[in-house]
């Protein structure tokens, strides 16, 4: 089933991408690996899936090790919301951290980051959409929150991450998504950085194509990996 799975996604992908004038190579598929067991996991990187994204560090505590001494080409995400107590054991286990939400914690990942000799890759969870239950940056306060970011040594920031609202139609989800294209550009424009941002995670199960077609290079897919 997953693996079915996956050729219907990517084939939807490479629609999208020709509509769009993208190349379909260039879309990472982020499996988010939330209560899925080491099975389910290892069927799609079987099936060629190679960036695995957690929501809790407790749970990638218990699957990633195992995970990565088998496939050594395996990158891991963390995409749910991180607590500053859990920085120290995130920086051992994930590649890229996409929801870097504030100041205080980017500087703490550098703090423990620099314990460990590491660089950190992450990216800046931006609040695209009003809900009061989400974390990310006020669209308003991003680029300067982002100019202090980048002025610590042991991070290096890929881009930026939001997460679009749930809504009856994925047509509804291309005004967030759009201005989180929109705002990377103007950082980029404004050279908000001392290098370019270049990666839009955004897109998940029921939205990915829309985000593709908005700019997304990293979607993060769950349910339309996993189930039937």
């Known amino acids: 089933m997953v693996r079915q799975n996956l050729e219907n996604i990517k084939k939807r992908i490479s629609a999208i991408c020709s509509r769009a004038d993208r190349d379909p190579d260039k879309i990472i598929i982020v499996a988010v690996a939330k209560n899925r067991t080491q099975i389910e996991i290892k069927e ?11 929501n809790r560090v407790q749970e990638a505590l218990l699957k990633f090790p195992e995970l990565r001494a088998s496939n050594f080409e395996l990158r891991t995400h963390m995409v749910g919301h991180l607590q500053t107590n859990k920085v120290k054991e995130a920086l051992k286990l994930f590649d890229l951290i996409h929801s870097v939400d504030s100041l205080h914690l980017a500087q703490e990942i550098d703090k423990q980051a620099a314990k460990i000799d590491k660089i950190q890759d992450i990216l800046i969870e931006v609040k695209t959409s009003p809900e009061a239950t989400k974390f990310g940056l006020k669209l308003a306060e991003t ?23 749930v809504v009856d139609n994925p047509e509804k989800s291309r005004p967030y998504f759009r201005m989180l294209r929109e705002l990377r550009d103007k950082i980029n424009e404004l050279q908000t950085t001392p290098y370019e941002l270049r990666t839009l995670s955004m897109g998940m199960t029921d939205d990915f194509e829309v985000a593709i077609e908005e700019g997304a290079d990293m979607i993060r897919l769950g349910r339309a990996i996993f189930e039937p």
Do not use: F, R, W
């Open 44 to 54: 799609a990187i079987a099936a060629g899936i190679s960036d695995i994204g957690e």
């Open 143 to 165: 680029i300067e929150v982002t100019k202090e970011i980048a002025k610590l040594k042991n991070i290096n920031i890929k881009g930026l991450m939001t997460i679009a609202p």
